[in-house]
C-alpha cells in the first residue's frame, strides 16, 4: 500500500505554494466523490480485483482496511486544513502589528 500512497499522492495532491482560496472552495460534494472513486480505483487496482468479481466498495474497503491508516480525501482535507490555519495565522500577524 506503501508504493500505492507513493505513486497516487504527488500528482494529486497540490503542493502547499499552490493552494488558494479558491482551491478551498472547490471542496464540493462533487469533488469528494470524485476522489472517493479515484481513491477506490486505485485499491482495486493495487488488490487487482476485477469488475467481473462483482465486489462491493464495502468489501474492497474491508479487504484493505487493514493496509491504509487513511483515506485520499480524509488527507486531502487535512492538507488543505493546514493550509488554511497557515494563511489565517500570517493574517493575524499582519493585522495585530
Same mark, same amino acid.
Given at each position: 500500500?506503501?508504493? !500505492?500512497? #507513493?505513486?497516487?499522492?504527488?500528482?494529486?495532491?497540490?503542493?502547499? +505554494?499552490?493552494?488558494?482560496? /479558491?482551491?478551498?472552495?472547490? $471542496?464540493?460534494?462533487?469533488?469528494?466523490?470524485?476522489?472517493?472513486?479515484?481513491? !477506490?480505483? #486505485?485499491?482495486?487496482?493495487?488488490?487487482?480485483?476485477?469488475?467481473? +468479481?462483482?465486489?462491493?466498495? /464495502?468489501?474492497?474497503?474491508? $479487504?484493505?482496511?487493514?493496509?491504509?491508516?487513511?483515506?485520499?480525501?480524509?488527507?486531502?482535507?487535512?492538507?488543505?486544513?493546514?493550509?488554511?490555519?497557515?494563511?489565517?495565522?500570517?493574517?493575524?500577524?499582519?493585522?495585530?502589528?
Amino acid at each position: 500500500m506503501l508504493v !500505492m500512497r #507513493c505513486a497516487t499522492l504527488h500528482p494529486v495532491t497540490p503542493s502547499v +505554494e499552490t493552494v488558494d482560496v /479558491e482551491m478551498i472552495k472547490e $471542496l464540493t460534494v462533487v469533488y469528494c466523490d470524485k476522489v472517493k472513486s479515484f481513491d !477506490m480505483w #486505485c485499491y482495486r487496482r493495487v488488490l487487482r480485483i476485477s469488475w467481473k +468479481e462483482h465486489k462491493t466498495n /464495502e468489501e474492497v474497503g474491508l $479487504l484493505q482496511a487493514a493496509d491504509v491508516t487513511e483515506r485520499l480525501l480524509d488527507q486531502l482535507i487535512k492538507k488543505k486544513l493546514r493550509y488554511a490555519g497557515y494563511v489565517i495565522g500570517g493574517a493575524r500577524d499582519i493585522f495585530s502589528s
